[in-house]
């Protein structure tokens, strides 16, 4: 039995179908809608099998002293989404009249991803949304072999837009940690917001996103987005009075044993940021096929 807070995701192909055991605790959900399939192969230069899984927390959301643990790990011949029900809401503190002890005023959430040969891991989530007072700490740690892929999405907006709040966490920290199977760092990124008048400093701003794509099954759409910038710096916009909704920088990432790119992506509206996010990502529909790809496109 796994831990308060722990979830463990394991794929992989037998014999031509794919298995898919979960387990979870409290507070933590995890669901898989596609837990079996026989779907051959849905690219002329893949065979990965595809799968579905859904992380999820009980009340909509987690709270200050929470501690998410999930384990995934992708073997070969498959290809796993992982994807969320909603933005995950992070909740201020609770109130006490007590001190809170350490670290129990603050959430923590963590992956440890592992990502096979000729597997695919795709992390897709609803971004993070800190209510007003809330300390979130997030950590994404992945270990990709040769010849794996993955492309791992790590966004979040200012708050509850509706309620008024923008900007009003105590703090928000994520981590994103790539290394390659021999232990050797190959990505590294760390966000750390915290509450100094983020509202002044960010007008203009409401959702970021970080978005990593490694690997050969997914090398194309690195290109693709690799172009499309450099076409848009070659031929900026028409007109100086149009600027574009969202602003984006893309990094190439050259590595002896991966490669690939890292976009970072800001824009005032997070919908709009949804939107511009899934249109780059529409690629990946012939690789993990139209049923695991509707459930992303219409999440």
């Known amino acids: 039995m796994p831990a308060a807070g722990e979830g463990r995701i394991d794929c992989r192909a037998i014999a031509g179908r794919i298995r898919q055991t979960v387990s979870s605790a409290y507070p933590l959900k995890i669901i898989s809608p596609l837990a079996s399939s026989t779907v051959s192969a849905t690219s002329e230069t893949t065979a990965l099998l595809p799968s579905v899984a859904f992380i999820l927390s009980y009340g909509g959301g987690i709270v200050h002293g929470d501690r998410i643990l999930v384990h995934a790990s992708v073997h070969p011949g498959c290809a796993l ?69 993955l492309i791992l999405l790590d966004w979040m907006t200012s708050g509850r837009m509706s309620r008024g709040e923008r900007w009003e966490f105590e703090k928000y920290f994520s981590v994103n940690v790539v290394r390659l199977e021999d232990g050797e760092l190959a ?63 893309i990094s190439p990432i050259s590595h002896k044993q991966i490669q690939g790119v890292t976009v970072r992506a800001a824009c005032k509206r997070t919908d709009e940021l949804k939107l511009w996010i899934k249109s780059h990502l529409e690629p990946l529909q012939h690789i993990i096929g139209d049923s695991a790809w509707s459930m992303y496109l219409n999440n």
Not at 115 to 126: E, I, K, W
Not at 220 to 230: C, G, P, R, T, V
Request: net charge positive.
């Open 187 to 249: 990505i590294r990124d760390a966000l750390l917001l915290e509450q100094e008048q983020l509202a002044e400093k960010l007008v203009d701003v409401d959702a970021f996103a970080y978005l990593i794509i490694l690997g050969p099954a997914v090398e194309f759409i690195a290109s693709s987005l690799l172009e499309k910038h450099q076409d848009e710096r070659i031929r900026p916009a028409r007109s100086t009075s149009i600027q574009p909704l969202v602003k984006w920088s």
């Open 81 to 149: 989404l992982l994807l969320t029900q909603g933005s995950t809401k992070v909740f201020r503190q609770r109130n006490s009249t007590s001190k809170p002890s350490l670290g129990n005023d603050q959430t923590f959430q963590t992956m440890h991803l592992h990502v096979a040969n000729n597997s695919l891991l795709c992390v897709l989530p609803d971004p993070v949304t800190c209510f007003k007072g809330a300390r979130y700490n997030q950590r994404q740690a992945v270990t990709i072999q040769k010849g794996g892929s």
